[in-house]
């Protein structure tokens, strides 16, 4: 333990050189690593999924990248906000059916209805509140304003009341289940359980065709990406430290002169953004959104691919997202019914044994280098077991 | 560094109650623009809960002024922009984040968005200046999880220098840290109460001897005694209280728990 040396009272006043502060880490190298990183992700899912995946298998990942925009989501509300939302679902589907409502739209012509309408629907035109997601123009901002709108009111709502942990999640969960309750109450205008299906065209192009579907592939990959540099942007910058520290002591920002509340319905509404643009890109690459692929279940599917990844870093959500669910696939294509058991299994172990996830893995053995190097050994003994659960950006 | 202008408190007749039980019991005290004034009593007497009520954190009646401002009915958050900071008894520094990080974020409530959206480049000069006054400047890119005991609670004292607090409340700064620890953080309130008012609540009587301009003493939720730390030790209410029973003021001994 050190004496502290008090600076004499002189230093108070004038404005101190920014001398000895270690600067931390080189920008320049940072940013190379950054782009280098970004090339790799790129040239892998340009280059290298295209050529050897099958279009079948190819469909498979836009579905997995889907779900891991999602994840990045959840990794910004829930691994750096501290805000366990069981209730991305709402998120999705609220994109995905608005996009979904608007190729329904598209495929009935100008004038027509939905097919499932006219089936069971006693409807002669189309409800009012379909009528606006005729026009791209509006769907599109829709699929992701709505969700962020959604979340937006909400969190007003509930991180004013102090709302959080145990019950923030509970709640956010409930709401998925009502959202699901809804959509199959309404059937003549929602589709009920059986959602909007047979989506066949995507803005003038075919779905069927496989020209068309890798073009969807390519959009999803781009856009991931896109979240992935935002997301970068936002856990680097001020806010994302400010993020961390009301996840950390709500409380104690608090009192520093911030609105906690006003932090975490940042992040929360982003989230859902994401979430929403994820649903609204799900629905060409899969071609239908129905209540079983938005309610609890999902929504707690989200949760466990960002658990299973490392929820605090930039990479593990979708990572892990995208390796839950290619697991999920290529295991209940072996062994049916036993996928349920193992993803149970496998969150369990997780977080028990390893609560930051495989990202920690890496940030572990990193650190086991850094514990080679003598001079740096100090910042070992306290912060190591903390350290492991969040990568927080040095300096 | 504040630069701003220096203000004292007032506290009139404030009262806190909880489901029936009164902590704070109709409370006055007067703390002038650049005093350091400790306040002691014994477990229960309601010391933290008036600094609760002062930074927002429980509801209270009466009247808290810090200079021309009235701070009851104030969230917290708006309080503290009035240039009101408080520490805890247990320090609350953000562990995962490098001390320079907490400095920042202590340092920008008052940041636009647009500020937060974007990077931190370099060290603002304030930080580094803080940085400074507190010790710390070689361990600003270390987590603060990683810091001393000692070194934790001066970082708390830090992040009140930066976020401009012009009034200190700090809830027993000094518990837990060695002699010289204790030594170095009386120096280092002497150097900050330069410029700002300061409130310390603390049981050690030593710390309380060498670093206090005034004493007020509370007892179950009021004011016991108030003037010196001579004139308080010399107060014949105050020993009862500590003692059990008065004693005469030459032998009065102040070593004891309070």
């Keep these: 333990m050190t004496a502290v040396t008090p600076a004499p009272p002189s230093t108070a006043v004038r404005p101190a050189p920014a001398g000895p502060v270690p600067p931390g880490r ?189 073009m969807v592939y390519f959009i999803i990959a781009g856009t991931l990406l896109a979240l992935l540099a935002l997301t970068r942007q936002l856990i680097h910058s001020r806010y994302g430290e400010l993020l961390v520290a009301v996840r950390d002591g709500e409380e104690r920002v608090r009192f520093l002169g911030y609105d906690p509340a006003s932090v975490k319905l940042v992040a929360y509404v982003v989230a859902a953004g994401m979430a929403g643009l994820a649903g609204a890109l799900f629905v060409p690459a899969v071609g239908i959104i129905s209540p079983a692929l938005i309610g609890i279940v999902p929504s707690i599917e989200f949760v466990i691919g960002v658990a299973v990844g490392g929820r605090a870093t930039l990479l593990g959500p979708v990572l892990g997202a995208v390796a839950v669910a290619w697991a999920r696939t290529a295991l209940s294509e072996r062994f049916p019914g036993t996928w349920t058991y193992l993803q149970g299994l496998l969150f369990v172990v997780v977080v028990a044994f390893l609560p930051g996830g495989l990202a920690s893995l890496w940030a572990l053995a990193r650190r086991r280098d850094v514990a080679a190097q003598p001079q740096r050994r100090g910042r070992l003994s306290l912060g190591r077991r903390r350290a492991e659960r969040t990568e927080v950006p040095a300096a | ?77 708006r309080i503290s922009r009035l240039g009101i900071g408080r520490t805890f008894q247990t320090s609350t520094v953000f562990e995962e984040l490098s001390v320079l990080q907490n400095l920042d974020i202590a340092a920008g409530a008052r940041r636009s ?49 930066v976020q401009d607090a012009r009034l200190l409340l700090l809830d027993e700064p000094v518990a837990g840290m060695s002699h010289e620890e204790r030594d170095a953080t009386g120096t280092l309130l002497e150097l900050v109460s330069r410029d700002r008012t300061v409130v310390v609540i603390e049981h050690d009587m030593e710390f309380l001897r060498r670093f206090a301009r005034s004493v007020t003493v509370l007892h179950a939720g009021r004011v016991l005694s108030e003037g010196t730390v001579a004139q308080v030790q010399a107060d014949p209410r105050v020993q009862e209280v500590y003692l059990g029973h008065p004693v005469d003021a030459g032998s009065a001994r102040t070593g004891q728990e309070a």
């Design chain 2, 113 to 161: 968005w647009a500020t937060l959206a974007r990077r931190r480049r370099g060290v603002p000069d304030e930080i580094a200046a803080a940085l400074e006054t507190i010790g710390l400047a070689a361990r600003a890119a270390d987590l603060a999880g990683t810091l001393a005991h000692g070194q934790k609670q001066w970082l708390e004292i830090g992040m009140l220098l």
């Design chain 1, 26 to 214: 080189p920008a320049g190298r940072s940013r190379l690593r950054t782009l280098a990183g970004f090339a790799f992700g790129a040239a892998l899912l340009f280059a290298v999924a295209p050529l050897v995946l099958s279009d079948f298998r190819l469909a498979l990942l836009a579905k997995y990248l889907c779900v891991a925009m999602v994840a990045v989501g959840i990794g910004i509300a829930w691994g750096r906000g501290g805000m366990l939302t069981l209730g991305q679902g709402v998120f999705f589907g609220l994109g995905g059916y608005a996009m979904a409502m608007h190729l329904k739209l598209a495929d009935a012509g100008p004038g027509g209805m939905p097919d499932f309408m006219q089936l069971y629907g006693q409807l002669d035109e189309l409800p009012l509140w379909w009528r606006p997601f005729a026009s791209p123009w509006f769907a599109l901002p829709a699929t992701v304003l709505l969700p962020m709108a959604v979340a937006f009111g909400l969190g007003s709502l509930v991180f004013r009341r102090r709302v959080r942990g145990a019950y923030f999640a509970i709640l956010s969960q409930a709401l998925a289940a009502a959202m699901v309750i809804l959509l199959i109450g309404q059937q003549g205008t929602t589709g009920g359980t059986n959602g909007l299906t047979d989506i066949k065209g995507f803005f003038g192009y075919d779905l069927d065709d496989p020209v068309n579907q890798r």
């Design chain 2, 1 to 77: 560094m504040s630069g701003e202008r220096l203000d004292g408190l007032s506290v009139r007749d404030v009262r806190v109650s909880f489901d029936g039980f009164t902590a704070v019991d109709g409370v006055s005290l007067e703390v002038p623009a650049g005093d350091i004034r400790f306040l002691i009593g014994p477990n229960g007497a309601g010391k933290t809960t008036l600094v609760d009520a002062i930074t927002g954190l429980v509801r209270a009646t009466g009247s808290v002024r810090f200079g021309d401002e009235e701070l009851l009915g104030r969230p917290v958050h």
